[in-house]
C-alpha cells in the first residue's frame, strides 16, 4: 500500500509500553475534538472523540485528556501493540462549521516488538 | 471496514484533463465529505454535501465540484488538472450533519 505521512514526526514505543501523543490547535471556538488513525493505504479511522465541556474521555486502551486553556490535546494508549502502529491525526471543528474537520499534521507512531 | 466504499482506487491522469471520483455513503447516512490528503498531510476540507445540497466549502478552487444523488452516493469532479491535484482524495459519510464522520479507503490520484 502507499505510504502516508514519510516526514511526519515519529514516536518510537516498545510493545507494552504506554503511548502519549500530543496535538495543539488554534481555534478557541473548536467544541468538538476527534482522533483518527491511519494505517497505509487506508482512510483514517475514527478512535475516540470528546467535546469542549469535558476535559477526559476513556475508551477501550485510549485516553483522550483536552486542556482548553492552552489548547492541547492528547491521545494516551495503554499496553501498545503492534497492530498501533499508524499515523494519527487530532481533527477538530466548531459548531459554525457544520461538520467541517480541521485536520492537524499527524503523528506516526512506531510500535517496537 | 466503516462501508463506505470509493472508487477507483487508484489513476493517473494528465495535466489539463478532468476527473471524476465516487463514493458510496454508509447506509442511512445522508452527509457526504470530500477531503484532500496531500503525501505526509493530515486530510484537508474539501466540501460537504447534506441531502443533495452543499453545505459547506474549504478553500478550493470552483474547478473542484461536487454532486450528491437521492440514494446519497457523491462524485468529486476537478477540471483542469494540475500537478498539485496529485493527492488521496477521501470521503467520509456521516448520519445528519452533526454526526461522526466515517471514512472511505480514499482514491489516490496521481496527475502527470
Known amino acids: 500500500g502507499e505510504s502516508v505521512g514519510l516526514h511526519l514526526p515519529t514516536l518510537s514505543v516498545q510493545e507494552g509500553d504506554n503511548s502519549i501523543i500530543n496535538c495543539a490547535y488554534s481555534n478557541s471556538a473548536s467544541d468538538y475534538f476527534i482522533w483518527y488513525k491511519q494505517e497505509s493505504g487506508k482512510g483514517p479511522q475514527f478512535i475516540i472523540d470528546i467535546r469542549s465541556n469535558m476535559d477526559k474521555r476513556q475508551g477501550q486502551r485510549v485516553t483522550v485528556l483536552l486542556n482548553k486553556t492552552v489548547k492541547h490535546l492528547s491521545l494516551q494508549i495503554a499496553a501498545t501493540q503492534p497492530g498501533d502502529s499508524a499515523v494519527y491525526f487530532c481533527a477538530e471543528t466548531h459548531n459554525n462549521a457544520g461538520n467541517m474537520l480541521t485536520f492537524g499534521g499527524g503523528t506516526r507512531l512506531m510500535v517496537k516488538p | 471496514e466503516t462501508g463506505v466504499t470509493q472508487s477507483p482506487t487508484h489513476l493517473i491522469k494528465t495535466r489539463g484533463q478532468q476527473v471524476t471520483l465516487r463514493c458510496s455513503s454508509q447506509?442511512?447516512?445522508?452527509?457526504v465529505s470530500w477531503y484532500q490528503q496531500a503525501l505526509g498531510q493530515g486530510p484537508q476540507f474539501i466540501f460537504q454535501?447534506?441531502?443533495?445540497?452543499?453545505?459547506g466549502r474549504g478553500n478550493f478552487p470552483p474547478r473542484f465540484s461536487g454532486l450528491q444523488f437521492p440514494n446519497y452516493s457523491s462524485e468529486l469532479n476537478v477540471n483542469a488538472l494540475e500537478l498539485d491535484d496529485s493527492a488521496l482524495y477521501l470521503c467520509a459519510s456521516s448520519l445528519e450533519l452533526a454526526g461522526k464522520q466515517y471514512f472511505g479507503p480514499g482514491t489516490r490520484l496521481t496527475v502527470t
Open positions: 447506509s442511512g447516512h445522508n452527509t
Open positions: 454535501y447534506y441531502r443533495e445540497e452543499e453545505n
